[in-house]
């Protein structure tokens, strides 16, 4: 196993120590995470892997906070997140991490506008700036013409593109997707993986935890769970060229 | 504060929209309260209708005439304490007549004797049964609001001479010589002849139960000549200001217990009545009917309200992954908890409104079919029922809303 130290000159935003989470299952207890440490530092774009059972899951939910570990210490942006209560996760929540989930989580009869809105709302901003900054995140993904349809009117990769937006629209410090493309085709979640690696050349922070090889390629670095512990963790010897392209290529638009 | 008006605001935003997706749902579930409401808003009107009608009635009767009778008027059911008194002699109008003014500053200031009957009226072919046959004197005019609309009230000769004459009310009028004037012409009331010499104007009906207006006035000794001269009698004494009504009955009790040369050990054998222990006796009656109103409207409420909170808890479940999202999105717990609150309530208060319109439209209707009883829809029932609404909205709402904002976040974003 070998602990990597990428960009060691940006601060960290995720450092994770030795942390632990068991669940009660009837009359077993199950030990999703065995001990995991792990640090993300800004502007990394990493892909948490594992098969089904290895704490994969586990490990999105604490570091998206939506859950707090049994033991160890996770600290975000220098926050202790492990003794936070609900509600101050969900701020966190908030502010820090924007959510990219499989099923895309929009709300059905509402309007694209009105689903990227949702974080603003939850951070109290006013209705006009609302609007702007959801209107700007939309046409930054490429949906500027489909503000007012609502997601049974658009394909599959439109719906994760206005979910993308809605993860960005409060500037948060991560951006967690957990596999963004398992509902998608080939095709379509190729698109979807351009335009993570082009927010990645912009700076922001990406996480995609997935059990897929083709997506996990995308990243930078890849971290490797087995039966809750890090199996490893190193950094892709080169950007993939195929990524690449693509990459160049939307940052043209 | 502005937070919290914030996201009432968002709220409302999401209760409207989710009523406008589920309608059927949404207006099936209301009905409960739509129920609830028209029932607490009939309810109300009808006691409201009620209390007006019988200040209505009251003001016919004069509430400032005390009535000395055999028996009280408010004490029903222990009739046989009060059989055996003395009768009330209408010649006791005339000694407390003379009490009243050897005393001065009385709180009394005239009395009148009147004696009464139902019997029917005859003119012609046509007949009117139950007419209220009341013999009295011509003083009567002083202590009560009748006043003439044809015609005259007896005078003074003809009030003691026992004249053949009668005043008669709007119906036995109406009845009797459907629409002609009644003046000078003969009915019979009990076989003896009598000249209609006015007619009294409309009284209306007391509290749409039985008419003020089927009466015929006839002189006292007429009256004690034809029909019976034993019948019971009153004593109608009108008082000087009714803000001192207490004065008066003990002035008034003082002259009788003289007239009856009672020693002070003894009890009253008689009974002061005033319209004022009618009212209270309503006041039971309107007690007991809000009581048992309020008990089913209540009920129906409540089903209506479980109706609310079952649909709210289905909602809730339905919504599980929507609640999840909202978390992961950074909703916190208060802000889950007001969303479903304020879903119930909006739900309620729709169903609130509905309920009122029926219930205008009803009471509408109801005034339009029967004019004669009173029916009052007033503002304060229909803030009452908005605040009735809104409370049924958060007392359904707050276990179903209390469990959604409890959710864990990961549990529910996994919820399929």
Known sequence: MSLVTHHSSLPLVIDIENITKEYVMGEEIIHALRGVTLQIRRNEYLAVMGPSGSGKSTLMNMLGCLDTPSSGRYEFNGKNVSEMDGDELATIRNREIGFVFQTFNLLPRSTSLRNVELPLIYAGIDPEEREERATQALTDVGLGDRLTHKPNELSGGQRQRVAIARALVNHPSIILADEPTGNLDSKTGEEIMALFESLYQQGNTVIVVTHEADIARHARRSVHLRDGVVESDELAPLPPPAAMAVAVESLGK | ?416
């Not at chain 2, 309810?43 to 009767?61: C, L, R, Y």
């Not at chain 2, 000694?95 to 009464?116: D, E, F, G």
């Not at chain 2, 008419?211 to 006035?217: A, F, P, Q, T, Y």
């Not at chain 2, 319209?275 to 007991?288: E, I, M, P």
Request: proline share 3%; net charge positive; charged share 20%.
């Open chain 2, 1 to 416: 504060m502005k937070r919290f008006l914030y996201e009432l605001t968002e709220s409302w935003k999401i209760a409207a929209a989710q009523m406008v997706a589920n309608k059927t749902r949404s207006m099936l579930t209301a009905l409960g309260v739509i129920i609830g409401i028209v029932a607490v808003t009939l309810m109300g009107t009808a006691i409201n209708g009620i209390s007006t009608g019988f200040d209505k009635s009251m003001a016919v009767i004069g509430d400032d005439v005390l009535y000395i009778s055999q028996r009280p008027w408010t004490r029903m059911n222990d009739w046989w304490n009060y059989r055996d008194r003395k009768k009330i002699r209408t010649e006791y109008a005339d000694k407390i007549n003379h009490a009243i003014a050897a005393t001065p500053n009385s709180n009394l200031m005239i009395a009148v004797p009147t004696m009464s009957l139902l019997r029917s009226v005859k003119a012609g072919d046509n007949s009117v049964d139950g007419v209220f046959i009341l013999g009295t004197t011509t003083d009567y005019t002083l202590i009560s609001t009748l006043d003439c609309s044809e015609g005259r009230f007896f005078n003074e000769l003809e009030s003691r001479g026992g004249a053949e004459v009668c005043v008669v009310g709007y119906d036995v009028a109406d009845a009797a010589f459907a629409g002609r004037s009644a003046l000078d012409k003969k009915v019979l009331i009990n076989g003896h002849s009598f000249k209609v010499i006015g007619t009294l104007s409309r009284q209306g009906t007391f509290l749409g139960l039985f008419s003020l207006d089927s009466i015929v006035v006839i002189p006292l000794p007429a009256f004690k000549k034809y029909f019976s001269a034993k019948s019971e009698a009153d004593v109608r004494v009108k008082v000087r200001d009714k803000t001192h009504m207490a004065d008066a009955v003990d002035e008034l009790t003082g002259i009788m217990r003289r007239l009856r040369s009672l020693p002070p050990e003894k009890k009253d054998d008689f009974s002061i009545n005033e319209q004022q222990a009618f009212k209270s006796t309503l006041d039971a009656v309107k007690t007991t009917i809000a009581i048992a109103g309020l008990f089913i409207t209540g009920l129906s409420l409540f089903v209506g309200a479980i109706g609310i909170m079952n649909i709210t808890f289905v909602s809730v479940k339905e919504r599980t992954k929507e609640i999840g999202t909202r978390k992961a999105l950074g909703a916190r717990r208060r802000t889950i908890l007001l969303q479903f609150l304020i879903e119930s309530t909006a739900l309620c208060l729709v169903g609130g409104l509905i309920g009122l319109t029926f219930a205008y439209l009803m009471c509408f209707g109801m005034a339009a079919a029967f004019p004669s009883f009173p029916i009052r829809f007033s503002f304060g029932l229909v803030i009452a029922s908005m605040i009735v609404s809104v409370l049924t909205g958060l007392v359904s709402g707050i276990a179903p809303a209390w469990s959604a904002s409890r959710l864990d976040p990961v549990t529910a974003l996994r919820y399929e």
